[in-house]
């Protein structure tokens, strides 16, 4: 059942009342000559009308082109000309601005997490803020082992707005992802993968009004956490009991030896350093591996405030 859809310039209307403003739009179905228009069961008012969402009809709840104001409150479809041919027409009114809740203001607040972080090297005189470069060694110059680790406080921005259309796939989609680009958050200058969305809420709400159509909208909660240092990606010390011997293509793992407390070589029962290829490390110049462990997302279809 193929259909072609076309709007009827001559069905474009308009009234103003001294609170509203309405239009309303009409549109041409044509379903072609092959379509079985016996089977109402296929073929009615609602299969019509429910077909149009994916055509250049609006949907209820859009708005009017040019006029953000004025939304589809009603639809409805009839016969026209013959069997093969509908006649869709849209009407549009207006929500004032006072009386419209996604119009107002996010809420913004500010917080804070606390982590435990592991830590490697310190501040000396001339280093930056967040760029450290004495790197944290015993007196022997050997990496402490356990490592040495310290609280971190990471900034956490929740948003609360109201908005017109939502979809409760986002949740999944974007939760616990990272953005994919540089932008801003509520006045904060964001790197890509320096924003992790820790939650999402989404609240269907409707304003009951007496005299006109109901207004839905939904009440959205957004938690972001910001890390300036990124998330991605996770970087991990490289060791491990087995390293690959020099020279072997073959990729032969080899089980490290030490020496115990009377001179015998032993198997290492704690993980030795890696050199980053898989061989032997030294403490002098600690190699990390690195894995992207959270997705990145597009953001922007979220619409998340850029100032407070």
Known sequence: MSSTV????????????????????????????????SNIATYNSSVVLAL?????????????????RSYCTKRRAILYKDKYHWLVTCWHETVSIEEDPT???????FD??????????????????????KAILNSADDPFDPPIQQPESRTLISVTQNVRNFREEWISEF???INDRETRIAGFNVGVGQARMVRI???????????????????????VELDPDGYSPLKILDQGFNYIPEGDSAGTKT??????????????????LLNGIGGK????????????????????????????
Do not use: C, H, M
């Open 255 to 272: 089980k490290f030896t030490v020496l115990d407390d009377a001179g015998e070589e032993t198997f290492a029962n704690e993980p030795q």
């Open 281 to 308: 490390g030294s403490a002098d110049d600690p190699k990390y591996v690195e894995y992207y462990t959270y997705w990145e997302a597009d953001w922007r279809v979220l619409n998340l405030p850029r100032t407070v």
């Open 175 to 177: 939760e616990n992802t």
């Open 201 to 223: 809420n989404a609240v269907p709400k409707t304003l009951v009004r007496e005299e006109l159509w109901d207004l839905d909208y939904w009440e959205v909660s957004f938690q």
């Open 52 to 68: 149009s969402g994916s055509t250049i009809i609006p949907d209820v709840g859009e708005p009017f082109p040019g006029d953000g």
């Open 112 to 133: 804070s997490v606390q982590y435990t972080r592991v830590i490697e090297k310190a501040y000396q005189t001339g280093d930056a803020r967040g760029a450290p470069t």
């Open 103 to 109: 119009t107002e203001d996010p809420v913004i607040s």
């Open 6 to 37: 076309n709007e009827r310039l001559e069905g474009q209307a308009g009234e103003e009342t001294a609170k509203t403003r309405a239009q309303t739009r009409e549109f041409i179905v044509e379903y072609s000559s092959d379509t079985d228009v």
